[in-house]
């Protein structure tokens, strides 16, 4: 049986053309970009032109904006507490949406636990922010306020224009995680008004290993990874010359395919929400329309989504992904489906459709049998 | 392959062939005995209704609402004690069941591993019958 995958916020595959750009980097082109010599210089240009490429993708003002780090998470932590820390003198607040990945909520939870308040955003039925909240516990003490561009786990996508706006009226700097958004969705800093922005390069068909962080000229931060100055001091380590030229590379062929791909992309998308909200009983989580185009999303009622997650792996050979307790490592339910406001049993009959590239309209009609019939097993098992 | 205390992963064969292929599935009416554990709000629920002849279990069905363990584990408890005697039935652990699944990921042995203790609830139910009737 053929493989469909469906799980690409979880991992992508890298994108052919990224690989051959970047190997050489792990083959004859080794050098350490900090060396002098050439071999060192090519590494060097490699990650300055990888730095353009990645600027040019969210639009930053020039290339000196982007840091490059080794992963999202990684991003996260160093725009959060390097920001927070070394804005200190103006503030001991931070605030976050309830969606955010965890990779945000938890170095938000660990500056808390260092003294600094942490103030929780929530989020309507659909996971849009309640702009009123925002605007009603922001001050100018609150350094960081951290709103994703859109959810990994529901495909909303945040107003951040107009969050951009509170922000910089009651607060000081907006940090956005564009992990799930950048490739997929135009991002534009400059007129959305974001401080600083993260970026992660498996999540546009990059290497893993690299991430990266915009950072907005005049915002101060402290490096989290103190070394040997790499990264103008922000992130030391010798650099991921492959990843990083992979990740470069991986936002250019973004940038250049984005408008026909996510067309093509929506289109699969719409068609599976329309035949699968067809089943029973069956419901979409986040919003109908602000929504990411690759990203659909479900839950079904009397059924637990590990049992969805292994029926469609087992008998289609199709990977999905669930936000159900019995899949995750706390045995505590998603998040971001708590936030949204189902109840825990709600949350346990979830499924999480991400397309990427190699899916195909012609793969629809096998994607909605699977999921039907998974449907119909699992419910004729149940005692609900 | 348990010797270097490398965490299980995924689940074993067993499990997974149990999961695609549940055993005595589906209600029995007018059971002799019934047993229910868990909760929806926990993610896991498992029904179990057993028909006994003489204290011999001649008959057993259940239905699961959970994860895949937890319904691989129905189906293998239910294997297990049809056509036993109901106090040796009695005596089956979650660890008997997970030993003869060939395993359970750690994290799953406590939560979805809650069959013996559904089959304890029935045949308990079952005692409770028999002696109202005598």
Known sequence: MERIYLDHAAAMPIDPRVLEFAEGYLKDNFGNPSALYSVGLEAKRAIEEARKKVAELINAENAARIIFTGSATESNNLAIKGTALRNIGKGKKVAASAVEHMSVLNPMKELQKNGFEFNLVPVDATGIIDVENLNDILTKDTTVTSIMYANNEIGTIEPIKEISEIVHEKGLYLHVDATAAAGRIPIDVQTDGIDLLTLSSNDMYGPRGAGAVYIKQGVRLQSILPGGGQERGLRSGTENVFAIAGMGEAARIAKAEMAQESTRLSGIRDALISEILKIDKSYLTGHPTQRLPHHASFRFSRIEGESILLNMDTLYNIQVSTGSACSSKTLEPSHVLMAIGLKHEEAHGSMVITLGRLNTSEQIPHITKAVDETVQRLRKLSPL | ?134
């Open chain 2, 1 to 134: 392959m348990g010797d270097l205390n490398v965490e299980q992963i995924g689940y074993s064969e067993k499990v997974m062939e149990h999961f695609t292929n549940p055993r005595n599935v589906g209600k029995i009416e007018n059971p002799d005995g019934y047993g229910k554990v868990g909760n929806p709000v926990c993610g896991d629920l498992m029904e179990m209704f057993i028909k006994v002849d003489d204290d011999i279990i001649t008959d057993i069905k259940f239905r699961t609402f959970g994860c895949g363990s937890a319904i691989a584990t129905s189906s293998m408890v239910t294997e297990m004690a049809k056509g036993m005697h109901v106090d040796e039935a009695m005596k089956i652990t979650r660890g008997d069941v997970a030993d003869e699944l060939e395993g359970l990921p750690p994290r799953k042995m406590h939560c979805s591993n809650l069959a013996a203790n559904a089959l304890q609830e029935a045949i308990t139910d079952y005692k409770k019958r028999k002696a109202e009737k005598e």
